[in-house]
């Protein structure tokens, strides 16, 4: 993975929020589990708030990063707030990604903007 930013590799390497949310009350996928771009994102909303947040993907580095700071982006935030969020941002928050790579924020942000909106 040389040449990728630090924030991507910290989340690659080590990423968070990841797996089934057993309490989740919406919940929402872009892909085919077992094939590359899937991602899943799961949640617990409560009183307007993103209690928790996880997420599973079906990917390398950049799909692992992306799930994993856009859970911590949005874990404890209110739905509106976070209705905004763009693969943009993500991508400016992983301090980018190569151009190769950018549909992975989309793959995230796609489940996520589907499962608020529900």
């Given at each position: 993975m040389a040449g990728y930013w630090e924030t991507v590799l910290l989340h690659a390497e080590s990423p968070g929020n990841v797996g089934w949310l057993d309490?989740?009350?919406?919940?929402?996928?872009?892909?085919?589990?077992?094939?590359?771009?899937?991602?899943?994102?799961?949640?617990?909303?409560?009183?307007?708030?993103?209690?928790e947040a996880r997420y599973r993907t079906f990917g390398r580095g950049p799909a692992i990063a992306v799930g994993s700071l856009l859970?911590?982006?949005?874990?404890?935030?209110?739905?509106?707030?976070?209705?905004?969020?763009?693969?943009?941002?993500?991508?400016?928050?992983?301090?980018?990604l190569p151009p190769e790579k950018t549909w992975c924020a989309g793959v995230a942000i796609s489940p996520l903007r589907?499962?608020?909106q529900e």
């Open positions: 309490d989740a009350n919406a919940a929402a996928t872009k892909g085919s589990p077992g094939s590359p771009p899937f991602m899943a994102t799961y949640l617990q909303v409560e009183d307007g708030r993103l209690a859970t911590e982006m949005i874990a404890g935030r209110r739905i509106d707030d976070r209705l905004t969020l763009t693969d943009q941002d993500l991508t400016e928050a992983l301090g980018g589907k499962t608020l």
